[in-house]
């Protein structure tokens, strides 16, 4: 069966500090992978996606960055936080058939202080 | 841009009572449509999808898609409190994933 794992699953940071959020996905090869963001309170908004080792397309940046370094492995970075990216992370995977529900993993909640 | 929206923000009814949820989006070229619940503190969970007009009946919920009026429900069935979270639609195209609306909050008081 498949397991998706976030990792860490709660920070604190301090506004211009630098983050790194992973995300990795077992007992799936090539998986497309996602990352959303969800201000308190507000719905999923879509960041970055991946559908191979290397490619990363943006949707919204809000001042972050992705990156695919391995085929199960996704992560989000910024070199410096600002309040407004606190919130859940959440990372999403689907397979090679577009119509199988994206399955998120449990996210990561940050706050930026 | 896909826009989605959705209907009630809120709701709240009585245990044993039918909830009836709307979503509505913009691009005509949507393929995928998806129900996710998200408990409070938790990551949203798949709940139901459909992918073609009609409607489709998993035990107590039934969604309903009507692409030429850009818009799909969800119902549930003799509502349950643990049925109370925030539900959220989504659609998407291709591999491209999802876009959500704002959710709506129920509500099931015993």
């Known amino acids: 069966a498949q397991t998706i794992h976030q990792w860490p699953v709660a920070e604190i940071k301090a506004v211009g500090s630098p983050l790194s959020l992973g995300c990795t996905i077992k007992?799936?090869?090539?998986?497309?992978l996602y990352w959303y963001w969800q201000a308190t309170g507000g719905t999923l908004q879509q960041l970055f996606y991946s559908i191979t080792v290397g490619q990363v397309e943006s949707v919204v940046q809000l001042n972050l960055s992705a990156s695919r370094p391995k085929d199960d492995q996704f992560i989000l970075s910024t070199e410096k936080l600002l309040l407004s990216h606190s919130g859940f992370y959440l990372c999403a995977w689907t397979g090679t058939y577009n119509n199988q529900a994206p399955l998120f993993g449990e996210g990561t909640r940050l706050s930026v202080l | 841009q896909q826009n989605v929206q959705q209907s009630p923000e809120s709701l709240i009814v009585p245990e044993g009572a039918r909830t009836s949820l709307n979503c509505t989006f913009s691009?005509?070229?949507?393929?995928y449509f998806w129900w996710y619940r998200q408990h409070s503190g938790k990551a949203p969970k798949a709940l139901m999808?459909?992918?073609?007009?009609g409607e489709k009946e998993e035990g107590r919920f039934t969604i309903h898609l009507n692409k030429a009026s850009l818009h799909f429900s969800l119902h549930i069935r003799d509502s349950q409190p643990s049925d109370s979270a925030l539900y959220l639609c989504a659609v998407s195209t291709y591999a491209q994933g999802l876009t959500f609306g704002l959710g709506t909050r129920v509500s099931v008081f015993p």
């Open positions: 007992g799936k090869s090539s998986p497309n």
């Open positions: 999808s459909i992918f073609s007009n």
């Open positions: 691009d005509s070229a949507s393929q």
